[in-house]
């Protein structure tokens, strides 16, 4: 992957019927406050230990996750149901700190 580009979104299908719990938060606009905990806790270190997008978006896909940018926020989205979970300021990690962070703008 060269530099500036960003994966695509993860290439699994999810069963037809099939959902994820986090399903839910596209439904209700709404994202349960013990699920959005659990995504804090679990993704935090992928967020802090990552040095640039690419890396970030291979350790997000390697948990069933990945980034993508829409309506003025960064999402974090699920590999299989292509839903947006929440954004990435909910997460903790606003786009605009990781842009800075990472010296480059997210595409």
Known sequence: MKDGEHAAPCPQATPQ???RAYARARITKRLDPEL????R???DEVFNR????????????HRGFYLKRGDGH????D???QI?????????HPC???????GERFH
Request: charged content about 15%.
């Open 96 to 102: 605009r700190q990781l842009e800075s962070k990472f």
């Open 79 to 81: 590999c299989h149901s």
């Open 17 to 19: 019927g099939a959902q």
């Open 41 to 43: 806790a679990h993704l």
């Open 50 to 61: 990552s040095h640039n997008w690419a890396e970030l978006g291979d350790k997000l896909r």
């Open 84 to 92: 947006h979970i929440c954004s990435c300021s909910f997460l903790g």
């Open 36 to 39: 959005g905990s659990w995504l």
């Open 74 to 77: 960064l999402w974090l989205s």
